[in-house]
């Protein structure tokens, strides 16, 4: 015969399973239909709070930065204690995270790992759960009872804080995913600013501002390597005060961020007002700044410095973080060594303008040379025609010698002035022409953007090989662009078009180059004039050498130049020299 009462019990226990199973399958509904994890947390808790009759509870986490007992969510807890922050091993909840173990206190005044949270409190349950093994939680609930809580709440709690566990971790993937998104959107947006920064200064400035912005930091400084390779300067900072912009330099045997240039491996240092490592310990008290990560600025494999960022607070910072800021510190680089090698453009192009002058000098010597020697010969010949022979003791026989002398130096001058100039006569050699106008474009594509000049080029891929000397030919190139410039003081567009221009009965294959302005132009009187003498100009302003020169080279390399403009409609050069033949 049954035990009633046995019956009753089992009956009971079944109730009690069924109203916890229950409850779960509720709260895991409801869990995971919202994307709000501090509601998800704070309904777990309150029923928690509600199955066993408790008068308070809360999550609790350990933050990975600090170690220290945070509250993620509570119930019937005074709002102040929202702040309250235990070390792991402190309080009953400390213990539990620490150990790993559950604790159910029916009296906590008898209990000496209690800490008081709120009055009236009589007896805690608490347990502990992990976090997709990242960190540890505990979810605790208290009562004003005495043995308030039994093993069935325990099971229940546990079960619970398994819910806990897994809206945490969803939370925390939801925010890497989010906070990747971000780091990746700023990346993209950071490499854009940067890599179109022409000058080095503010490449550095763009480069700590958006490290300070990306990684939420309090300051960022990047400092590079001196000539000697042997002391790292501040270059650009973004947040730093007068201490720290004035601080020494350092030296890179000696220093902590010189350490980062060395082995070209990133540093972290968890507290630099504290650390033995970091050499300006007062600047970063004075500066309040606390956590330091540095990474290597590299490029093709070779350290040039060192991009840091510091934080007002206590912060470990991340695998992650330690990969996007080293990928800024690539993306800077590049960023750095483009604004270097644009710069030595700059002073290139201002080299090659001016070879162009002394080029221009040489060939205007060598016409003036040309000018003097003609009327020279005829006076040589007349002056030996005059037979001048004076006796020995009269003053006029040593004026003819001193004449002829003076014939015989000036004579002697211009043939040097004309050797001289025969001796820059072109270099031959195979030369792809669109790659000369590619290379002109990298030249002056800063003087072209300074005068509003938009350059556009028209280049045939299939275009044939021309016999030239491709340093003449980037002058002539060079000369028609800036002569183009002026002709568009206030902007305007510059079309470089290049083609092939097939062979035609006794006419070999050509290969055409077009300059194309949209400038103020020219009148057909000045059209005609304007590859004339050196010593003759069409320009209001300058000597009127280049277009001269342009002239000259053209024909040394057996090909014709000529211009097309009319008045305030722009003008067109087009150059034509002998192409290769494929079978060369």
């Not at 400092?223 to 020494?248: F, V």
């Not at 045939?460 to 003081?489: C, G, I, K, R, S």
């Amino acid at each position: 015969m049954a035990d009633p009462s046995r019956e009753i019990t089992e009956l009971a226990e079944l109730k009690r399973r069924y109203e916890r199973l229950d409850l779960l399958y509720q709260v895991s509904n409801v869990i995971h239909s919202t994307l709000e994890p501090h509601r998800a947390l704070e309904l777990i808790v309150g029923e928690a709070v509600t199955a066993m009759r408790a008068t308070s509870g809360s999550v609790v986490i350990v933050n990975p930065t600090t170690e220290f007992l945070e509250i993620q969510a509570s119930v019937g807890l005074p709002a102040d204690t929202a702040s309250l922050k235990l070390r792991l091993g402190e309080g009953l909840t400390g213990w539990v995270a620490q150990t790993g173990k559950p604790a159910r206190v029916d009296d906590v005044r008898n209990d000496p790992r209690y800490i008081l949270a709120r009055e009236n409190v009589l007896s805690e349950l608490a347990v502990p759960f992990e976090i997709a093994g990242q960190g540890r939680g505990v979810l605790n609930v208290d009562s004003d009872r005495l043995n308030a809580f039994d093993d069935s709440d325990e099971k229940l709690l546990n079960d619970l804080a398994a819910l806990a566990s897994n809206v945490i971790k969803n939370t925390w993937l939801y925010e890497q995913i989010r906070l990747k998104a971000r780091w990746f959107e700023a990346l993209f947006n950071v490499g854009q600013t940067i890599t179109s920064t022409l000058n080095v200064d503010d490449a550095l400035k763009v480069i700590t501002r958006e490290a300070c912005d990306l990684m939420s930091a309090k300051m960022s400084s990047l400092l590079m390597l001196d000539e000697s390779r042997e002391w790292l300067d501040l270059r650009a900072s973004y947040g730093a005060g007068s201490s720290y912009i004035k601080k020494p330099r350092l030296s890179v045997a000696e220093s902590a961020l010189g350490t980062v240039v060395r082995r070209k491996k990133p540093l972290q240092v968890p507290n630099v007002q504290i650390s033995s490592r970091y050499q300006n310990i007062e600047v970063a008290r004075r500066e309040k700044l606390v956590s330091l990560l540095s990474v290597p600025l590299l490029f093709r494999g070779e350290a040039i410095g060192a991009l840091n960022v510091y934080t007002a607070e206590p912060h470990s910072f991340s695998n992650e973080e330690v990969r996007v800021l080293a990928a800024l510190a690539q993306l800077s680089g590049i960023a750095i060594e483009k604004a270097r090698l644009y710069e030595r453009i700059v002073d290139i192009e201002e080299q090659l303008r001016t070879n162009e002058k002394l080029s221009a000098l040489g060939l205007l010597a060598a016409e003036v040379a040309h000018e003097i020697r003609n009327p020279l010969t005829v006076i040589k010949m007349l002056f030996h025609s005059l037979d001048l022979n004076f006796k020995s003791n009269d003053p006029r026989a040593r004026d003819v010698e001193v004449m002829r002398e003076k014939m015989e130096h000036l004579n002697r001058i211009v043939e040097q002035i004309l050797d001289f100039a025969r001796s820059a006569d072109p270099n031959f050699a195979p030369v792809n022409v669109n790659s000369v106008v590619e290379d002109l474009g990298l030249l002056t594509r800063h003087k072209l953007t300074n005068q509003n000049i938009d350059l556009v080029r028209d280049l045939d891929p299939h275009l044939p090989l021309v016999m030239a000397d491709v340093t003449q030919l980037e002058q002539v190139f060079l000369n028609l662009t800036l002569n183009a410039v002026e002709a568009m003081p206030d902007g305007g567009c510059l079309k470089i078009t290049t083609r092939s221009v097939p062979a035609e009965r006794e006419v070999p294959a050509q290969v055409a180059i077009e300059f194309r302005d949209t400038g103020h132009g020219m009148t057909r009187a000045q059209c005609e004039k304007i590859f004339k003498s050196l010593l003759t100009t069409t320009k209001k302003r300058g000597t009127g050498l280049g277009l001269a020169i342009v002239a000259r080279i053209i024909e040394a390399h057996h090909g014709a130049i000529e211009v097309k403009s009319r008045k305030n409609k722009g003008a067109t050069f087009t150059i034509s020299l002998p192409a290769i033949p494929p079978h060369f």
